[in-house]
């Protein structure tokens, strides 16, 4: 089975290959080691750490707290593999924290499954509107459509697009604004390579390429 962890040595490299300046970076959800992230990051302005937290744990928003506190700049949730649904009242908590600390929520979103699909990203940011809510991978294929018109309606809902053919970014383009999609590239199973061949196919643009290559994700963090 393939190791699917990072140093940051080797996530540097990526970046250098990719020509990739800064990079958001969090520990896997099963393998939670946020004290690390900050380490990494405190070694390498390059790098951004985001805090992923179980909301099911009973300190889990003193957990979030700490870390923003200490110079995270962002909360990773990943529903299905921490075994909760995005809009659970467990997860409020999180959120309230996150709007004291005006830090996002990058939260899975490749799947159509309960834990994390399109509604349950519409009930999050209706429900915590001074929270800027991004739906990591987009909806992946199944529900791109969906996501990009839950973004068009919410101000505070933006969409990952590492998972993105190019045919699939432009037809998102016709529901809601380039400054709704952010660049990701899901390493280190994701390839930040390949993700900028596609942008550059679908975004031949250069003012729209450059919101969604990094300047929408700056304003998130207030870089």
Known sequence: MRDWSQTPEELRAAMDEAGVDRACV?????????????AATR????????ACVDPNKPDAADE???????????????????????????????FEVCARYNAPVLCHGADD????????????????RHVNLVALYGGF??????????????????????????????NALTIVGPEKFIFGSG????????????????????EVRALVL??????????
């Open 187 to 206: 390493l280190p199973d994701g390839d930040q390579v390949v993700t900028l061949r596609r942008l550059r196919v679908a975004l031949p643009d250069d």
């Open 113 to 128: 499954v309960p834990a994390n699909n399109p509604y349950q990203f519409l009930a999050m940011a209706e429900r915590h």
């Open 141 to 170: 294929v199944w529900n791109v459509g969906d996501l990009a018109e839950i973004a068009a309606r919410c101000d505070n809902l933006y969409l990952e697009v590492s998972t993105y053919a190019p045919g699939s970014l432009q």
């Open 43 to 50: 070694a390498d302005d390059r790098l951004i750490g985001l």
């Open 26 to 38: 969090f520990s896997f959800p099963d393998t939670v080691d946020n004290e690390a992230i900050l």
């Open 214 to 223: 990094g300047g929408t994700m700056r304003r998130l963090l207030a870089l």
């Open 64 to 94: 979030l707290e700490h870390g923003l506190r200490d110079g995270l700049r962002g909360l990773r949730l990943h529903p299905y593999l921490h075994g909760f649904t995005l809009s659970m009242p467990i997860v409020d908590p999180l």
